[in-house]
Nanobody, 123 residues
Framework: QVQLVESGGGLVQAGGSLTLSCAASGRTFSSLAMGWFRQAPGKAREFVAAISRGGTVTQYADSVKGRFTISRDNAKNTMYLQINSLKPEDTAVYYC????????????????WGQGTQVTVSS
């Protein structure tokens, strides 16, 4: 089973940017579809973005389209989430997750999860 570790979260002012990283252990990373999810206090975990194993197919939640960009570097076993134009409502713990192809938007379809990284956006 792949191990996932997120990093890059922090406290940012509204309108700012962040890049989150998800580092994966093991040799199977390039075979896995990957996803980003987030969970705000008192709310359910929600889908943010997903990417196919080769990086050619991406999916985004409507709420983040145009502001978030998911990417991956299979040579580095790392996935990224570039977040621009941050809003206070983006405040949440961000999780990366892995599954076999194809990418999916339901958290129930992912079997491996990281511990999460906190993103806090001040207004």
């Amino acid at each position: 089973q792949v191990q996932l570790v997120e990093s890059g979260g922090g406290l940012v002012q509204a309108g700012g940017s962040l890049t989150l990283s998800c580092a994966a252990s093991g040799r199977t990373f390039s075979s896995l579809a990957m996803g980003w999810f987030r969970q705000a206090p008192g709310k359910a975990r929600e889908f943010v973005a997903a990417i196919s194993r080769g990086g050619t197919v991406t999916q985004y939640a409507d709420s983040v389209k145009g502001r978030f960009t998911i990417s991956r570097d299979n040579a580095k076993n790392t996935m990224y989430l570039q977040i621009n134009s941050l809003k206070p409502e983006d405040t949440a713990v961000y999780y990366c997750a892995a599954r076999w192809e194809p990418p999916a938007s339901s958290s129930a379809d992912y079997g491996s999860w990281g511990q999460g990284t906190q993103v806090t956006v001040s207004s």
